[in-house]
């Protein structure tokens, strides 16, 4: 098993198939950065310097970087994935991108190897606490054989469901996002509305988690919206590309999306005012910036 990418999410999922997988398994990892790299070295991984030595010993390998084109990236030149394929490999893309990406992917690596590299995507859900936990959702999509050579090592970091054919993970990770980014939002807005008005929010937030306001979302970001916390772990940025990419499902599907376009321009604009580096939850601190409507400027 490989796995490529070991940032805030990549690293414990390469941690958590380490250790779930059955004795004498190997996980074969790489990455931009090496240091990122030692832990798991430490417990039993092996480090490879690029993507083609993995691709070389591994028969099934998770790729977890921001984007598609971090996704092509890791397939070309002379170190690059698809240089490493010379026998039945499945390409386990983790990464949130579009559905239309992954399917042109698959397309593209099938006839590129001969049909030795199939794609399934398997987006996650759950942030740097579910990954850390092994609590993630994974939703799968892709060929049912292609699928059944990941379900085991993605069920070490989580719950895995293959959902449909492939892009099937991707359109519910759009889903899923459309969700998680009206849950920040309103939290948010919440959050000032509250403070503004003489509120101790912790105590808000504790007791909303207790009624039809609950929700994972809340349970995970309360405390930061309690005490302005918006160090990064899950990139406001990020929220762009996911809501760009479920809207263009949408527009493939002709289904109307108001809120999804409202929340699309609220990540784009707080992304392009600096805001983006940080966590979702600075919505909060771009609210407080922002004057009402119907203020004067």
């Not at 004795?23 to 990455?31: C, D, E, L, R």
Request: proline residues 6%; charged residues 20%; glycine residues 10%.
């Amino acid at each position: 098993m490989g796995v490529v990418g070991l940032g805030v999410m990549g690293r414990p999922m390469a941690g958590h198939l380490l250790a779930g997988l059955p004795p004498g398994s190997s996980v074969h990892i790489t990455a931009r950065r090496p240091a990122a790299a030692a832990s798991l070295v430490a417990d039993g991984a092996t480090w490879h310097p690029t993507a083609r030595e993995v691709a070389a010993v591994a028969d099934v390998v998770v790729v977890m970087v921001p984007d598609a084109p971090d996704v092509r990236d890791l397939l070309e030149g002379p170190d690059g994935l698809l240089a490493g394929v010379s026998a039945p490999t499945v390409l386990a893309v983790s990464s949130t991108v579009a559905p239309d990406a992954v399917r042109e992917l698959d397309a593209d690596v099938r006839a590129r190897t001969g049909g030795l590299l199939r794609v399934v995507d398997a987006p996650v859900s759950g942030g740097e606490e579910g990954a850390v936990a092994g609590t993630l959702s994974v939703m799968v999509g892709g060929a049912a054989a292609d699928v059944a050579e990941v379900l085991d090592v993605f069920a070490t970091m989580g719950t895995a469901v293959h959902l449909g054919p492939l892009g099937a993970g991707q359109v519910a990770k759009a889903c899923n996002q459309i969700i998680v980014a009206a849950e920040v939002l309103a939290l948010g807005e919440a959050a000032v509305v509250a403070e503004r008005a003489g509120l101790d929010v912790r105590a808000l937030f504790d007791l909303l988690g207790r009624g039809f306001a609950g929700s994972r979302v809340l349970e995970v970001k309360k405390e930061r919206f309690a005490t302005h916390d918006h160090s990064p772990s899950g990139a406001a940025k990020f929220m762009v590309k996911d809501l760009r990419a479920a809207t263009g499902e949408a527009r493939r599907t002709a289904t109307p999306t108001p809120q999804a376009d409202l929340l699309l321009q609220v990540f784009t604009d707080l992304t392009a005012q600096g805001y983006g580096d940080q966590d979702t939850a600075v919505v909060q601190a771009w609210l407080e910036a922002t004057p009402r409507r119907d203020d004067p400027a």
